[in-house]
């Protein structure tokens, strides 16, 4: 079956107010930024968002933080994104934070039909005892707070429950895929790209090429096509960036690049 479709807006195009998305991605690498500028062009809003974090200010899914158009984030990391801090501060937006690896596992096990499963991460925390604000009100207090998780001991160890987490559309970005939408990540675009490709109910592959069916090795295949509905072709030369550049300072012309200055890394976040 051919999934390949022609443009990225038939591909999001049905995805309504408040889908619940799965958004691949770890910091700005592997993110569908083809996907999510096409849905930031449609007036889809209130939407529900597992990711990683949530992209930059002007970047990935902080084009659809801006406008106002999510409602709801499931992320272990956010640091990157002052607007982020700025809504969630304010009571604009609801936020779970979820430890990065329960995060995966809540995705992969949505994706295999497990409801939940039971981790250590977590235990003796606020995570496990509840109250980590999920909303605020406007004057800084907690409008929302996490409730409690059910806990249960097994080899004398105290375990949490985690909920699986599935969505109604997983948007993700593969390195290459073919025409049944198997796909082949690259490098750190694999942590969370295929767990959000099995977590939703409709999944589109945003992919930097595509080859026929067949051309791909079955031992090279990182996600199998059933995981996948829609796959468009995207150009990889446009749109990647570096979420924070580290370097080092350039060596002096009396230097011989043994001291202090020249070993410490420098650290800024241009972007790129």
């Known amino acids: ?11 999001v195009a049905d995805i309504p107010d408040g889908a619940v998305l799965a958004v691949g991605g770890f910091g700005l690498c592997g993110i569908p930024s083809t996907l999510i500028t096409a849905l930031a062009e449609t007036s889809a809003s209130g ?4 990711s990683n974090n949530c992209g930059v200010d002007d ?36 936020v779970e934070l979820t430890p990065q690896g329960t995060l995966a596992e809540r995705l992969r096990a949505g994706g295999t039909g497990i409801p939940a499963f039971y981790t250590p ?16 009100r406007a004057d800084g207090g907690v409008a929302l707070a996490s409730p409690p998780k059910e806990t249960r001991e097994f080899g004398g160890r105290r375990y949490l429950l985690e909920e699986a987490i599935t969505a109604d559309f997983a948007l993700v970005r593969a390195e290459v895929a073919d025409r049944h939408g198997n796909c ?33 090795p079955p031992d090279a295949v990182h996600l199998p096509g059933v995981y996948v509905d829609r796959v468009i072709a995207v150009d990889d030369s446009l749109d990647k960036r570096i979420e924070r550049r580290t370097v080092r300072p350039a060596r002096t012309s009396t230097g011989t690049g043994t001291g202090a200055d020249s070993a410490v890394p420098h650290t800024d976040s241009e972007e790129k």
């Not at 079956?1 to 591909?11: I, N, P, R, S, Y």
């Not at 939407?47 to 597992?50: A, D, K, P, S």
């Not at 899914?61 to 640091?79: C, F, K, P, Q």
């Not at 589109?204 to 067949?214: K, L, N, P, Q, S």
Request: aromatic share 8%; hydrophobic share 50%; charged share 20%.
């Open 1 to 11: 079956m051919d999934k390949v479709m022609a443009a990225a807006a038939q591909a």
């Open 47 to 50: 939407l529900r968002v597992v």
């Open 59 to 94: 970047w990935g899914l902080g084009l659809l933080l801006r406008t106002g158009r999510i409602a709801r984030m499931t992320s272990s990391y956010v640091g990157e994104n002052k607007e982020f801090a700025r809504q969630y501060l304010a009571g604009e937006l609801e």
């Open 121 to 136: 991460a977590g235990v003796g925390t606020q995570v496990e005892e509840g109250g980590l604000p999920w909303r605020h």
């Open 184 to 216: 082949v990540f690259h490098a750190a675009a694999r942590n969370f790209n295929p767990l959000c490709a099995m977590a939703g109910r409709v999944t589109v592959v945003e992919a930097e090429r595509i080859v026929e069916a067949g051309e791909l």
